[in-house]
């Protein structure tokens, strides 16, 4: 639907009702609200300015409060001005607490600044009214999508595209929730529907040619990409998917071109420098290759592609020896890579070749014997466990009933008496509800409750707990570092946003004021399956030496008042998802604890 015919239908309504039109309806308000959005999906943001701008001129003059804030907001928003936009928005939603549009909008720019958290919970307050509005559900599973949770990402799209089944911008979301669960073929069906209705839909086309060459479908990938250069011929992600598209097809100084084309809009992407390298490599020209690994490298040192490619490339130079030093080291950490492997027995002679192999089945062995050793050891605390937990499940059964009936006879002592036995009510009310909490730590404890696996990036979730803590943590640092390019595990949401709150809480008891706590988030090069590798650091007193070997037994606490379960619950939950967790600091510099969950392979499909 052209801009052209909405200012038609806007002069129409002006003669029907005059020069002066009476006040917008809410209806009317939520019509333009709708449009604009369709006209920002279509990458019409002219139009949909002038949208807004007209709804927002309509307020005023009916002097609608609500609405005026909710325009400017929506404005503010499209000049990039977050912070504004949320002060308006929060303005219109606290006016019109029962509008969807609004609260979907809220949920928006919350998103914008990376708060999926609450931009989640704002797009449920706007589905508990209107539980079917399509573009709610399909900005919720976007927002899903990209805080980690993959499958109920996939649920929402899913709930979206059968109210709209016609609708591009719903086709395309659906298809992006299949292609990050791995389902190409269905991805591609999405995309593809979505074309025919708008055969000019770049996200769409770009996406198709990306699902494309992920099922191997190279030359149409390829023809996918085209069209949506023709439509986008400046976008640096359809440019790099073009040239790896041509670089498997061996067309290597087509895919330089477009490499190139793609490092003139976005010239510090590492995978598209390597991927040039590469093809240059294949094109036999060894020492450009290796200027431009070297390019990939100063941005990510431990680039995983550029790691082992340029030291294949160094050997094929003649620096055979530096090359099989680089190989090797790589090799230890990541013995499974059959590409390093095959080019360092490659440079490496028949005795040289037969010590390589050797030493990889060694580490193989080992590995084996330190999982055999690892199964033992979790055996024989399962079974320590077990006790305490049935332990702790009697006598949180049996304390908790006492509190129930305590807290009533507190209750009905606060009602019947004044002054100083009042007082003394408050602080026996108040110690029941902290031994209220001790018995729900038990209960958590005994309860073990297995995860609800989801497939996703864990990234978002720890981002999301730092940040709940830097506005708790008076007079101490909280500072988060999570790159984007992690790989995908598969978790629990609730539960590792529980882990995380616990290990963060306790050390901010621990570290004084003006001391500071730093959250890293990592995929560690090491030895074992891949992983993600979570790390809280901080520069507090450390954790005592006779303290380290019981650190995560039940009943271990180094603070007053201390259940003793919360990191005991922490390791709990890290280990049901199959991850592993441990306390690495030095007494005197802070603790430090590191926690490993199992990365999941791009390509595997989900159960």
């Given at each position: 639907?052209?801009?052209?015919?909405?200012?038609?239908?806007?002069?129409?309504?002006?003669?029907?009702?005059?020069?002066?039109?009476?006040?917008?309806?809410?209806?009317?308000?939520?019509?333009?609200?709708?449009?604009?959005?369709?006209?920002?999906?279509?990458?019409?943001?002219?139009?949909?300015?002038?949208?807004?701008?007209?709804?927002?001129?309509?307020?005023?003059?009916?002097?609608?409060?609500?609405?005026?804030?909710?325009?400017?907001?929506?404005?503010?928003?499209?000049?990039?001005?977050?912070?504004?936009?949320?002060?308006?928005?929060?303005?219109?939603?606290?006016?019109?607490?029962?509008?969807?549009?609004?609260?979907?909008?809220?949920?928006?720019?919350?998103?914008?600044?990376?708060?999926?958290?609450?931009?989640?919970?704002?797009?449920?307050?706007?589905?508990?009214?209107?539980?079917?509005?399509?573009?709610?559900?399909?900005?919720?599973?976007?927002?899903?999508?990209?805080?980690?949770?993959?499958?109920?990402?996939?649920?929402?799209?899913?709930?979206?595209?059968?109210?709209?089944?016609?609708?591009?911008?719903?086709?395309?979301?659906?298809?992006?929730?299949?292609?990050?669960?791995?389902?190409?073929?269905?991805?591609?069906?999405?995309?593809?529907?979505?074309?025919?209705?708008?055969?000019?839909?770049?996200?769409?086309?770009?996406?198709?040619?990306?699902?494309?060459?992920?099922?191997?479908?190279?030359?149409?990938?390829?023809?996918?990409?085209?069209?949506?250069?023709?439509?986008?011929?400046?976008?640096?992600?359809?440019?790099?998917?073009?040239?790896?598209?041509?670089?498997?097809?061996?067309?290597?100084?087509?895919?330089?071109?477009?490499?190139?084309?793609?490092?003139?809009?976005?010239?510090?992407?590492?995978?598209?420098?390597?991927?040039?390298?590469?093809?240059?490599?294949?094109?036999?020209?060894?020492?450009?290759?290796?200027?431009?690994?070297?390019?990939?490298?100063?941005?990510?040192?431990?680039?995983?592609?550029?790691?082992?490619?340029?030291?294949?490339?160094?050997?094929?130079?003649?620096?055979?020896?530096?090359?099989?030093?680089?190989?090797?080291?790589?090799?230890?950490?990541?013995?499974?890579?059959?590409?390093?492997?095959?080019?360092?027995?490659?440079?490496?002679?028949?005795?040289?070749?037969?010590?390589?192999?050797?030493?990889?089945?060694?580490?193989?062995?080992?590995?084996?014997?330190?999982?055999?050793?690892?199964?033992?050891?979790?055996?024989?605390?399962?079974?320590?466990?077990?006790?305490?937990?049935?332990?702790?499940?009697?006598?949180?059964?049996?304390?908790?009933?006492?509190?129930?009936?305590?807290?009533?006879?507190?209750?009905?002592?606060?009602?019947?008496?004044?002054?100083?036995?009042?007082?003394?009510?408050?602080?026996?009310?108040?110690?029941?509800?902290?031994?209220?909490?001790?018995?729900?730590?038990?209960?958590?404890?005994?309860?073990?409750r297995p995860p609800q696996l989801n497939r996703g990036h864990v990234g978002p979730v720890v981002q999301e707990v730092a940040r709940r803590y830097r506005g708790l943590a008076e007079g101490v640092s909280v500072e988060a570092s999570v790159p984007a390019d992690l790989p995908a595990c598969r978790f629990d949401r609730s539960q590792i946003d529980q882990a995380m709150s616990e290990v963060l809480e306790n050390a901010i008891h621990h570290v004084p004021a003006g001391g500071r706590i730093d959250v890293t988030v990592h995929a560690p090069e090491a030895p074992g399956p891949a992983c993600v590798r979570?790390?809280?650091?901080?520069?507090?007193?450390?954790?005592?030496?006779?303290?380290?070997?019981?650190?995560?037994?039940?009943?271990?606490?180094?603070?007053?008042?201390?259940?003793?379960?919360?990191?005991?619950?922490?390791?709990?939950?890290?280990?049901?998802?199959?991850?592993?967790?441990?306390?690495?600091?030095?007494?005197?510099?802070?603790?430090?604890?590191?926690?490993?969950?199992?990365?999941?392979?791009?390509?595997?499909?989900?159960?």
């Amino acid at each position: 639907m052209p801009a052209a015919y909405w200012a038609r239908c806007r002069q129409s309504r002006r003669r029907i009702l005059g020069t002066h039109p009476a006040v917008w309806t809410e209806a009317q308000y939520d019509e333009a609200a709708d449009r604009a959005n369709e006209l920002l999906a279509n990458d019409q943001d002219d139009e949909a300015r002038a949208v807004l701008e007209e709804a927002l001129n309509e307020a005023r003059a009916g002097d609608d409060e609500a609405m005026t804030a909710y325009f400017e907001g929506r404005l503010a928003r499209m000049d990039q001005d977050n912070e504004r936009a949320e002060e308006l928005l929060r303005r219109a939603a606290e006016l019109k607490p029962e509008s969807v549009f609004v609260l979907r909008s809220m949920g928006s720019v919350l998103g914008a600044v990376g708060n999926q958290v609450d931009e989640i919970a704002w797009y449920d307050r706007a589905l508990a009214i209107r539980p079917d509005d399509p573009l709610t559900l399909l900005s919720r599973g976007s927002a899903l999508g990209e805080s980690g949770a993959l499958d109920e990402s996939l649920e929402c799209m899913e709930r979206a595209i059968a109210l709209e089944p016609r609708s591009p911008a719903y086709l395309l979301g659906l298809g992006l929730a299949l292609g990050a669960l791995g389902r190409y073929d269905k991805a591609v069906e999405c995309f593809d529907t979505a074309i025919t209705v708008w055969p000019d839909f770049p996200s769409a086309l770009k996406a198709r040619g990306s699902a494309l060459a992920a099922l191997g479908r190279y030359e149409e990938a390829i023809e996918s990409y085209d069209k949506a250069l023709a439509v986008q011929p400046d976008d640096p992600g359809i440019l790099s998917g073009r040239g790896r598209a041509l670089s498997i097809l061996r067309r290597y100084e087509e895919a330089i071109h477009y490499y190139d084309k793609s490092l003139a809009c976005q010239s510090d992407n590492p995978d598209v420098l390597s991927a040039r390298a590469a093809s240059l490599a294949s094109l036999g020209k060894l020492n450009e290759a290796i200027e431009w690994f070297d390019k990939a490298l100063a941005i990510d040192p431990e680039h995983p592609h550029a790691t082992w490619a340029r030291a294949a490339v160094d050997g094929g130079l003649g620096h055979t020896e530096e090359a099989k030093r680089a190989l090797r080291n790589y090799l230890m950490a990541h013995p499974d890579h059959e590409m390093a492997r095959s080019w360092l027995l490659r440079f490496s002679s028949s005795e040289e070749a037969f010590t390589v192999a050797q030493e990889l089945e060694n580490k193989r062995h080992e590995r084996e014997e330190e999982r055999r050793k690892a199964e033992t050891k979790a055996r024989d605390r399962k079974i320590k466990l077990d006790a305490w937990r049935s332990l702790s499940a009697r006598s949180a059964h049996r304390i908790g009933n006492q509190l129930f009936a305590s807290q009533g006879a507190i209750r009905t002592l606060k009602q019947a008496t004044s002054g100083e036995a009042a007082e003394a009510a408050e602080d026996l009310a108040a110690c029941l509800d902290r031994m209220s909490t001790i018995v729900q730590e038990f209960r958590t404890f005994s309860l073990n409750r297995p995860p609800q696996l989801n497939r996703g990036h864990v990234g978002p979730v720890v981002q999301e707990v730092a940040r709940r803590y830097r506005g708790l943590a008076e007079g101490v640092s909280v500072e988060a570092s999570v790159p984007a390019d992690l790989p995908a595990c598969r978790f629990d949401r609730s539960q590792i946003d529980q882990a995380m709150s616990e290990v963060l809480e306790n050390a901010i008891h621990h570290v004084p004021a003006g001391g500071r706590i730093d959250v890293t988030v990592h995929a560690p090069e090491a030895p074992g399956p891949a992983c993600v590798r979570v790390t809280i650091q901080d520069n507090g007193p450390g954790v005592p030496p006779q303290m380290k070997a019981r650190i995560f037994q039940p009943f271990q606490s180094g603070r007053p008042g201390g259940s003793g379960l919360g990191l005991a619950i922490v390791r709990q939950i890290v280990e049901n998802h199959k991850g592993t967790i441990r306390e690495t600091g030095e007494p005197g510099k802070g603790a430090r604890f590191e926690i490993d969950l199992p990365a999941v392979d791009d390509s595997e499909t989900p159960p």
